[in-house]
Nanobody, 126 residues
Framework: QVQLVESGGGLVQAGGSLRLSCAAS????????MGWFRQAPGKEREFVAA????????YYSDSVKGRFTISRDNAKNTVYLQMNSLKPEDTAVYYC???????????????????WGQGTQVTVAS
């Protein structure tokens, strides 16, 4: 069992930055692929970014590529999402997730993740 707790959300002006953190419980953090998803009001949950178990591989949606950076610290059981050049359309609840995907083509799909955090609100004002 893995418990995930996100933090770092808030209100920011367009063009600003935020860094989200997701702290995981348990001793098997490094065995999980970690992902970030987001869900805006009235919209489906969408993939944002993912990172491989050792941090050597990162994956991004086209909408955030070049602006967001995912990273992890396995010694601290934490995954981060650095968000720069924020836009109003980035406004959403952001969730971190942990999965044991065998194929990295699966990291983009929310159904392949086993554990989810409760989410943290990010609001970008125009």
């Amino acid at each position: 069992q893995v418990q995930l707790v996100e933090s770092g959300g808030g209100l920011v002006q367009a063009g600003g930055s935020l860094r989200l953190s997701c702290a995981a419980s348990g001793r098997t953090f490094s065995s999980y692929v970690m992902g970030w998803f987001r869900q805006a009001p009235g919209k489906e949950r969408e993939f944002v970014a993912a990172i491989s178990r050792n941090g050597g591989g990162t994956y991004y949606s086209d909408s955030v590529k070049g602006r967001f950076t995912i990273s992890r610290d396995n010694a601290k059981n934490t995954v981060y999402l650095q968000m720069n050049s924020l836009k109003p359309e980035d406004t959403a609840v952001y969730y971190c997730a942990a999965g044991r995907q065998e194929y990295y083509s699966d990291v983009y799909r929310s159904a392949t993740y086993d554990y989810w955090g409760q989410g943290t609100q990010v609001t970008v004002a125009s």
